[in-house]
């Protein structure tokens, strides 16, 4: 009763610190049901289940701790691309840095806005797959984003979208404590890349939600980095139609305490949804991926590929699970987590899972930790490379399989271009 009681005290803290947004009555409707969710499930702590690798304390607090501000003086990953930028600082939308928000195939809006208005369609999303995501597995910090975001992006895509969205995130205060809620709604045959870009805050706190209607493509690119010092959680939901695609990849480079988590329904029969990830960290570096697919459609296709590199005592997490409804015939379902130990202080903490209740399917996952391979180390020292180059190569090598689940050639070399830099930064 003691510890119950707690958590609810520190669940009602963090809530009464957060102002109530205004908004119109579907708006209000949603975020006063994520309240009560919140209410109901308490913020999470190291005794629940799907936090017993990582302690969310520092997410859950009522102020956000300090982080220092990190001055990058590297070309910004993506841009040589043709994108269009959408500007976010410290949480709050930066107008002036920002492009023109018109792009041919879709219209692009401000979740400040839409939320005002007393009809939109992001009645049918905001909220609405973040809740379903609750279960079976309780997710208290998204219900708060949802409860208590002020500012996003709302995309309706109904066509094939000319260039890619980048939405960029920047931290200018040490103190800042982001909440961002995003909703994309994919009309049928419809196809769009959003690129995701920056440290964002001091902690942040992100929600992505989105409907792929039959036949769409969402393609989604994101680097996270550079402030070692930033905490974040975020949190995609997704709901995929008939013959519909999701690929995302997330690259991380430093950051004190990350949390991904990835929540994706395949509903429509020929459905294909890939997330991976790769991670990089040095010392107090805190990493978590906990992705959760269901299959409930025939002749889906999952993957979830997801390379960590740690040294100086690094921790990496992995919670990935594979849900296959009854029904979910021909599922085709795969699973890797793999990480590159480079010292013997680093971690890697696993927890894959198949459940299925299909009985013609093809699943399969594996998980696990090595050093840098000795063989190929000395065959390539013996050619005259030296041991720190090597060791580069070797790393870029392991990683390779995430990197390459970027379908566009141009994305993915600034990828790797960004990983080589993060490399030789760390071999200096």
Same mark, same amino acid.
């Given at each position: 009763?003691?510890?119950?009681? %707690?958590? =609810?005290?520190?669940?009602?803290?963090?809530?009464? &610190?957060?102002?109530?947004? #205004?908004?119109?009555?579907? &708006? !209000?409707?949603?975020?006063?049901?994520? @309240?009560?969710?919140?209410?109901?499930?308490?913020?999470?702590?190291?005794? #629940?289940?799907?936090?017993?690798? !990582?302690?969310?304390?520092?997410?859950?607090?009522?102020?956000?701790? /300090?982080?220092?501000?990190? $001055?990058?003086?590297?070309?910004?990953?993506?841009? %040589?691309?043709?994108?269009?930028?959408?500007?976010?600082?410290?949480?709050?939308? #930066?107008?002036?840095?920002?492009?023109?928000?018109?792009?041919?195939?879709?219209? *692009?809006?401000?979740?400040?806005?839409?939320?005002?208005?007393?009809?939109?369609?992001?009645?049918?999303?905001?909220?609405?797959?973040?809740?379903?995501?609750?279960?079976?597995?309780?997710?208290?910090?998204?219900?708060?984003?949802?409860?208590?975001? !002020?500012?996003?992006?709302?995309?309706?895509?109904?066509?094939?979208?000319?260039?890619?969205?980048?939405?960029?995130?920047?931290?200018?205060?040490? *103190?800042?404590?982001?909440?961002?809620?995003?909703?994309?709604?994919?009309?049928? #045959?419809?196809?769009?890349?959003?690129? /995701?870009?920056?440290?964002? &805050?001091?902690?942040?706190?992100?929600?992505?939600?989105?409907?792929?209607?039959?036949?769409?493509?969402?393609?989604?690119?994101?680097?996270?980095?550079?402030?070692?010092?930033?905490?974040?959680?975020?949190?995609?939901?997704?709901?995929?139609?008939?013959?519909?695609?999701?690929?995302?990849?997330?690259?991380?480079?430093?950051?004190?305490?990350?949390?991904?988590?990835?929540? *994706?329904?395949?509903?429509?029969?020929?459905?294909?949804?890939?997330?991976?990830?790769?991670?990089?960290?040095?010392?107090?570096?805190?990493?978590?991926? !906990?992705?959760?697919?269901? $299959?409930?459609?025939?002749?889906?296709?999952?993957?979830?590929?997801?390379?960590?590199?740690?040294?100086?005592?690094?921790?990496?997490?992995?919670?990935?699970?594979?849900?296959?409804?009854?029904?979910? @015939?021909?599922?085709?379902?795969? @699973?890797?987590? =793999?990480?590159?130990?480079?010292?013997?202080?680093? =971690?890697?903490?696993?927890?894959?899972?198949?459940?299925?209740?299909?009985?013609?399917?093809?699943?399969?996952?594996?998980?696990?930790?090595?050093? *840098?391979?000795?063989?190929?180390?000395?065959?390539?020292?013996?050619?005259?490379?030296?041991?720190?180059?090597?060791?580069?190569?070797? %790393?870029?090598?392991?990683?390779?399989?995430?990197?390459? /689940?970027?379908?566009?050639?141009?994305?993915?070399?600034?990828?790797?271009? $960004?990983?080589?830099?993060?490399?030789?930064?760390?071999?200096?």
């Amino acid at each position: 009763m003691a510890e119950l009681k %707690t958590k =609810q005290d520190a669940t009602e803290a963090r809530l009464s &610190a957060l102002p109530r947004p #205004d908004g119109s009555g579907w &708006a !209000t409707a949603a975020r006063d049901a994520a @309240q009560a969710r919140v209410r109901a499930m308490g913020l999470p702590t190291r005794r #629940d289940e799907y936090w017993k690798f !990582t302690r969310p304390d520092t997410l859950v607090d009522v102020a956000a701790p /300090e982080a220092a501000l990190f $001055h990058d003086t590297d070309t910004p990953v993506f841009d %040589t691309v043709n994108r269009l930028k959408i500007v976010f600082v410290d949480g709050v939308f #930066d107008a002036d840095a920002s492009d023109d928000l018109s792009v041919e195939g879709a219209v *692009i809006e401000r979740l400040a806005d839409v939320t005002q208005a007393d009809i939109h369609w992001a009645k049918d999303v905001y909220g609405v797959f973040e809740t379903t995501g609750q279960s079976p597995v309780e997710r208290p910090l998204a219900a708060l984003n949802t409860a208590c975001a !002020t500012d996003g992006v709302v995309i309706h895509v109904t066509g094939r979208v000319s260039k890619p969205i980048n939405l960029i995130y920047h931290h200018n205060s040490t *103190i800042s404590d982001a909440i961002l809620h995003h909703v994309i709604k994919l009309e049928k #045959d419809a196809d769009i890349t959003v690129l /995701e870009t920056g440290p964002a &805050a001091a902690r942040f706190n992100k929600v992505t939600e989105v409907e792929v209607a039959d036949g769409a493509g969402f393609h989604h690119v994101r680097v996270q980095g550079r402030d070692h010092e930033r905490r974040a959680a975020t949190h995609m939901f997704a709901r995929l139609g008939a013959e519909s695609t999701l690929k995302s990849f997330t690259m991380t480079a430093n950051g004190v305490l990350t949390r991904n988590e990835c929540v *994706i329904e395949l509903t429509g029969d020929d459905a294909v949804a890939h997330v991976a990830g790769a991670a990089m960290g040095d010392g107090d570096f805190h990493h978590d991926d !906990t992705v959760f697919i269901t $299959h409930d459609a025939e002749r889906c296709e999952s993957r979830q590929v997801f390379k960590k590199v740690l040294r100086n005592g690094a921790t990496g997490v992995f919670q990935g699970k594979i849900l296959v409804k009854e029904g979910a @015939q021909k599922t085709d379902g795969y @699973q890797i987590s =793999q990480s590159l130990l480079l010292d013997e202080d680093s =971690q890697f903490l696993a927890k894959p899972e198949l459940e299925i209740y299909a009985d013609d399917v093809v699943c399969s996952h594996g998980s696990t930790s090595g050093a *840098i391979d000795e063989e190929a180390l000395f065959y390539l020292r013996a050619r005259g490379v030296p041991k720190p180059i090597a060791t580069d190569l070797l %790393t870029q090598a392991f990683l390779a399989e995430a990197v390459e /689940e970027v379908e566009d050639e141009t994305l993915r070399e600034e990828i790797t271009r $960004h990983l080589a830099g993060w490399l030789e930064r760390r071999r200096g």
